[in-house]
């Protein structure tokens, strides 16, 4: 079974940034395609970012040049640096990972972005 912890998650005001960890504790780690998602309260689940096994990336459209994610083998860690931050931005981020067939789930970390 495969445990993802979230965290890095806090309040920051406009305009900061924050960064996002992902630790997994799956020893194929380097196998996952890896996914950011976050939910604001009242809203659907969205798309944030995306890296695959062999470190491809993708964005969506929202925080494209402004959020990025990365990825550490060794640490068995995914990164999302989130940067220019907005209100808008106010969601719990969750980790979720694709791996041989399997999906899983981490628990999610509030981010508040505030004056």
């Known amino acids: 079974q495969v445990q993802l912890v979230e965290s890095g998650g806090g309040l920051v005001q406009p305009g900061g940034s924050l960064i996002l960890l992902c630790s997994a504790s799956?020893?194929?780690?380097?196998?996952?395609?890896m996914v950011w998602h976050r939910q604001a309260p009242g809203k659907q689940r969205e798309l944030v970012a995306t890296?695959?096994?062999?470190?491809?990336?993708i964005y969506g459209d929202s925080v494209k040049g402004l959020f990025t994610i990365s990825k550490d083998n060794a640490k068995r860690t995914v990164y999302l640096q989130m940067n220019s931050l907005i209100p808008e931005d106010t969601a719990v981020y969750y980790c979720?990972?694709?791996?041989?067939?399997?999906?899983?789930w981490g628990q999610g970390t509030q981010v508040t972005v505030s004056s």
């Open positions: 799956t020893s194929i780690f380097s196998c996952a395609t």
């Open positions: 979720r990972a694709w791996i041989r067939g399997d999906v899983y």
């Open positions: 890296i695959t096994n062999v470190g491809g990336t």
